[in-house]
């Protein structure tokens, strides 16, 4: 049992406004996305990515970058609570945690990560403003806008270094 400050929201957004959950939204583009870009060969890269991101056209970025680096699975989270929920259903091999959900941070997230013993990096559009937890503070992060060279080398690094502990 998972037990943190941090409380699930329930969160409104660009995907609700159309009638649908996140999810439903991302996947009703993803038809559209693997007709343009095939996932490239798997070169170092984790099999399993979980990005928790809660702007739905961010995340399919992410998971459409991600997938053209040759990761076999990525999935998708928009809010803490489905994200804890995903991890126990199946750990992935390394995390991207949007900081600042919309009314939560992920935290949450990273402290069940981080018992698991599985990399993650900070994703914000704050850069080194951001406050994090003491606990935290040292960990990557990468900015909003994000480069794919910045991104691809973090996968690389935190798959290596998961390979070699």
């Known amino acids: 049992m998972v037990v943190s400050l941090w ?14 959950s996140e999810s439903a939204w991302i996947s009703n ?13 798997h070169d170092g890269m984790p099999g399993d990515v979980l990005i928790v991101e809660d702007d739905p056209i961010i995340a399919l970025d992410f998971e459409d970058t991600i997938l053209g680096f040759g990761v076999k699975s ?11 929920e995903m991890i126990a259903e199946r750990a992935p091999d390394f ?4 900081v600042g959900l919309i009314r ?4 949450a997230i ?5 018992a698991l013993k599985i990399p993650f990096v900070f994703v914000t559009g704050y850069g080194a403003d951001v406050r994090l937890p003491a606990a935290f503070r040292n960990r990557p992060r990468l900015p909003k806008p ?16 998961s390979a070699n502990s």
């Open 104 to 107: 939560e941070k992920s935290f």
């Open 74 to 84: 990525v999935r998708t989270a928009g809010n803490v609570a489905r994200a804890l």
């Open 7 to 20: 409380e699930p929201v329930e969160t409104p957004g660009r995907a609700s406004a159309a009638g649908l």
């Open 95 to 98: 995390a991207l945690l949007d």
């Open 146 to 161: 994000y480069s794919s060279d910045a991104l691809q080398a973090l996968l690389k690094r935190r798959a290596d270094d």
């Open 29 to 41: 583009l993803r038809p559209f996305v693997s007709e343009i870009m095939e996932p490239a060969s």
């Open 110 to 114: 990273a402290e069940r990560l981080e």
